[in-house]
């Protein structure tokens, strides 16, 4: 999981689209750079503009915060950053 968001970290700005809001809390500020991008799914790409508190909620306490559809496949993941899998 761990892994998973050190890849996103590292392709955050490859492509434009941080709104600069969460998209799940509404949170907005006007340094975007707080916010960090998250893949719905992976095939086709779909990405929301979340907080750093989302953001960890996504993927290590969705089941708490029912935020399993903004999960991607399992697996999808690694076959979109060219995992080893
Ligand atoms: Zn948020
Ligand atoms: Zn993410």
């Known amino acids: 999981m761990t ?3 050190n890849l996103e970290e590292k392709f955050s700005n490859y492509k434009s689209g941080n709104t600069g809001q969460c ?3 509404k949170y907005s500020h ?4 707080l916010f960090h991008r998250h ?3 992976y095939f086709p790409e779909n990405i929301i503009t979340v907080c750093e508190t989302c953001h960890w909620n996504i993927h290590h306490a969705w089941i708490k ?3 399993i559809k903004f999960t ?3 697996g999808d993941a690694k076959k979109f950053y060219g ?3």
């Open 3 to 5: 892994r998973q968001i």
């Open 23 to 25: 998209h799940i809390c």
């Open 30 to 33: 006007k340094n975007k750079s």
């Open 39 to 41: 893949h719905i799914t």
């Open 65 to 67: 915060y029912d935020l």
């Open 72 to 74: 991607p496949p399992k």
């Open 83 to 85: 995992g080893e899998e």
